[in-house]
């Protein structure tokens, strides 16, 4: 079974428009945490926001908010006022247990396109 | 450095040579790691270094790969007879250290693109 999924290959947006990337996790570990990681055209993998298991409030980081249901095993990230320079790879990634690191599990990616 | 450098940018090789790509981490970051990310795929997660020692390497795929840190800075990922199927680009991260409670965030190089022939 897949740990990270994530089942939109590609989005779009309009600018200035708010967007959810959708991301669901499989793991039995009652410590992990989920991340999420952009990687424009250049090929960097830039790091937006974290949210750890056992947090009690949804992680913001600017425009980027991280919608965690635990229960549903679901964190989507959610963009606000997106911008043109926002178009790039969007990546989940967790983290399975307390003391894993940077031993991070990906999922696929979703494509971001934002239009002016 | 300022950032996690990375050399090559890219390489071409031939099936069956040998091939090095190169790590420079952020200077004080004792936590080096290497993934792998194959095209329209995501990173998976190769081996990674605490210090000089390779505390994790069950996600190198075979004996053909292999990694060093000697000196506890600078890594380099080593593989022998290159297949096709090792094609991609390998990234290499580092963070403060392991074991970190919170996020412990990695900051990714640019990556060394490797294309075999």
């Known amino acids: 079974a897949q740990k990270i999924t994530q089942t939109q290959p590609g989005m779009f947006v309009q600018e200035k428009e708010a967007v959810t990337l959708d991301c669901t996790y499989d793991t039995s570990d009652p410590s992990y945490g989920l991340f999420w990681y952009k990687q424009p055209s250049s090929g960097e993998m830039i790091f937006l926001i974290y949210?750890?298991?056992?947090?009690?409030q949804n992680a913001t980081e600017g425009r980027y908010s991280l919608n965690f249901q635990k229960a549903r095993k679901s964190a989507n990230l959610v963009i606000s006022a997106s911008q043109l320079g926002d178009s790039a790879m969007y990546f989940c990634?967790?983290?399975?247990?307390?003391?894993?690191?940077?031993?991070?599990?990906f999922g696929q990616g979703t494509e971001l396109s934002v239009k002016p | 450095g300022a950032g996690v450098s990375q050399t090559p940018s890219n390489k071409v090789t031939e099936k069956g040579k040998y091939v090095e790509l190169r790590c420079d981490p952020i200077?004080?970051?004792?936590?080096l790691y290497w993934y792998r990310q194959s095209l329209g795929q995501g990173p998976e997660f190769l081996i990674y270094f605490q210090g000089t020692g390779a505390a994790d390497d069950s996600g190198l795929p075979n004996d053909r790969f292999f990694a060093v840190r000697p000196e506890g800075s600078v890594s380099t990922l080593k593989i022998q007879r290159t297949e096709r199927g090792d094609s991609a680009v390998y990234l290499c991260a580092s963070s403060p250290g392991q074991g970190v409670a919170g996020a412990n965030v990695l900051t990714f190089g640019a990556g060394s693109r490797l294309t075999v022939l």
């Open positions: 949210q750890g298991s056992y947090d009690q």
């Open positions: 200077s004080g970051h004792t936590a």
């Open positions: 990634a967790m983290r399975e247990g307390p003391n894993q690191g940077g031993k991070l599990i």
